[in-house]
């Protein structure tokens, strides 16, 4: 993977446009309760996005399988760049609230075209053969900037002001298009059938997911899956500064470690899987995942809880590897950001409520009655995937 250029040159500009996007993570939310005082507002922005980021998903796929994605990524991250870029020239003027209102949700909309052409490129940049590596060493890197990322947005915050903060977001997209510009993006030659109807073509990625045995396994296992583990950041944080009495700084350190523990699933994930096979690696990882769940249940100190989320964040981190890979090799290059788009959404779609689940069940019955229920149902979860085609060696290959 080293020696191959296109795919180096696109790790890179990858990484640093993640990171970039840790800038905006924070000073953007950060501008607004500096101009209004209202964490309502940072809420409603929230929203707003997430939104304009779900509707853009349905159609997502549709623009990935008809037009050419090295152009679309770099049209992607030009768009950021001149939208993030507004930001600083209107707010040399004054606070411009009513801007964020726009471009945020324009910017999350664009952004979720883009992650779907990001995850079809990849197969279309390595092969088959080399996704899951290459997947592995994607995903490690921007585990790490996501580190280090808010570290630098902070001293450059604190130094510079929010705004440049947001501006060095906008450079980044402009740096991620020039990485795409110098790459070459192979494509398999597959015509898509344009004379299908718009609706046709809407759902042909949630047929395609429901008609393969695995796939069909997988969505709706990682549905479930999601639903007990998508507010699971909120409650341990909720169990560091309510519980545990933790400051600030030592939430910081332990979604940090945690981190690292993404970092080190990631880089393993390719022998891991190789070893085990498909099947005992991604249940593996589930288990244990479950395991590592309901162990912040007894665990009484801030590094207690910060061990114990590294390894479940790196048993997700193969998990969720295991299964983008699987999706990337099974599915026909036409057909791929269509499936990638609807994955998402049928995978999501259970999120939200399992947060709000989680987050009221810890404050009216605490924490720890919630971290063993849903580690508990982790394990179900993984005990459930031994009776479905999941628990294959080899699931790409065609039975027979």
């Known amino acids: 993977m080293w020696r191959d250029r296109h795919f180096t040159i696109f790790w890179g500009a990858q990484t640093l446009s993640v990171a970039g996007d840790s800038f905006a993570l924070i000073a953007v939310p950060l501008l607004i309760l500096h101009a209004t005082g209202s964490v309502a507002q940072m809420g409603l922005l929230t929203g707003v996005s997430g939104t304009a980021s779900v509707l853009a998903g349905i159609f997502a796929g549709v623009l990935v399988d008809r037009f050419d994605r090295r152009r679309l990524l770099i049209a992607c991250d030009l768009i950021r ?37 990001y995850v079809t490129a990849v197969r279309n940049l390595v092969g088959e053969e080399r996704v899951t590596e290459a997947n592995g060493r994607l995903y490690a890197t921007a585990a790490g900037a996501a580190v280090l990322g808010p570290m630098l947005a902070g001293v450059v915050s604190g130094w510079l002001g929010l705004i440049a903060a947001v501006a060095v977001n906008a450079v980044s997209f402009a740096v991620s298009a020039l990485g795409v510009s110098l790459i070459t993006l192979p494509r398999t030659v597959e015509p898509a059938v344009r004379e299908e109807k718009v609706w046709r073509e809407l759902v042909a990625g949630a047929v395609f997911l429901w008609r393969h045995p695995v796939l069909r396994a997988l969505t709706v296992l990682l549905s479930f899956f999601i639903f007990l583990t998508l507010g699971l950041t909120d409650v341990v944080i909720y169990r560091l500064k309510h519980d545990l009495g933790q400051a600030d700084t030592a939430v910081g350190l332990v979604l940090g470690v945690g981190a690292v523990g993404t970092m080190a699933g990631a880089l393993v994930v390719a022998r891991v899987r190789r070893g085990l096979g498909f099947g005992r690696a991604w249940i593996g990882a589930l288990a244990l995942a479950g395991l590592a769940i309901a162990g912040l249940a007894f665990t009484g100190s801030a590094w207690g809880v910060a061990a114990v989320m590294a390894c479940y964040l790196s048993c997700v981190s193969v998990a969720g590897i295991c299964s983008m890979s699987l999706r990337q090799t099974v599915t026909p290059d036409h057909l791929l950001g269509r499936v990638t788009s609807a994955f998402w959404t049928i995978h999501f779609s259970l999120g939200p409520v399992g947060a709000a689940a989680l987050t009221w069940g810890a404050a009216r019955f605490g924490t720890i009655p919630v971290f063993l229920c849903a580690g ?3 394990l179900l979860i993984a005990a459930a995937a031994l009776f479905t085609p999941v628990r294959r060696r080899n699931p790409e290959i065609a039975p027979g």
């Open 376 to 378: 508990a149902g982790c």
């Open 81 to 117: 760049f001149v939208l993030y870029a507004l930001i600083p020239l209107a707010w040399a003027f004054g606070p411009q609230i009513w801007l964020l209102y726009v471009v945020l949700p324009l910017a999350e909309a664009v952004g979720m075209v883009f992650q779907v052409t």
